[in-house]
């Protein structure tokens, strides 16, 4: 998985051994495990430590959202990047919940 800040967003896609690829638009990244937790909403926010195993939550402008359940890779930082290499992992996308009127 990659995620790297752009001006208004974070843009992020997750790359996972089977080659599915998911590149989306999202407005929040959580993550958390047994460590602690982290938040990444857009650009000059803090990355906190590594959290891997995870479980990554995307939420999409549209409602929508992407689960992503990490049990092995690492997090790092490189400037402005941040950078999650994922070794094993599963993707989950749920379309936005719709209430009837």
Same mark, same amino acid.
């Given at each position: 998985?990659?995620?790297?800040?752009?001006?208004?967003? #974070? =843009?992020?896609?997750? $790359?996972?051994? *089977?080659?599915?690829?998911?590149?989306?638009?999202?407005?929040? /990244?959580?993550?958390?495990?047994?460590?602690?937790?982290?938040?990444?909403?857009?650009?000059?926010?803090?990355?906190?430590?590594?959290?891997?195993?995870?479980? #990554? =939550?995307?939420?999409? $402008?549209?409602? *929508?959202?992407?689960?992503?359940?990490?049990?092995?890779?690492? /997090?790092?930082?490189?400037?402005?990047?941040?950078?999650?290499?994922?070794?094993?992992?599963?993707?989950?996308?749920?379309?936005?919940?719709?209430?009837?009127?």
């Amino acid at each position: 998985m990659e995620i790297f800040n752009s001006a208004e967003d #974070l =843009r992020v896609v997750i $790359r996972t051994p *089977s080659a599915e690829l998911i590149d989306t638009r999202a407005i929040q /990244l959580e993550g958390e495990d047994t460590l602690g937790r982290f938040t990444l909403r857009g650009k000059g926010d803090p990355v906190l430590a590594a959290l891997v195993p995870s479980e #990554l =939550r995307l939420l999409k $402008r549209d409602g *929508s959202e992407i689960h992503v359940t990490v049990s092995w890779g690492s /997090l790092i930082a490189v400037g402005q990047q941040v950078r999650i290499v994922v070794n094993d992992a599963q993707v989950r996308h749920l379309a936005p919940l719709r209430l009837a009127v």
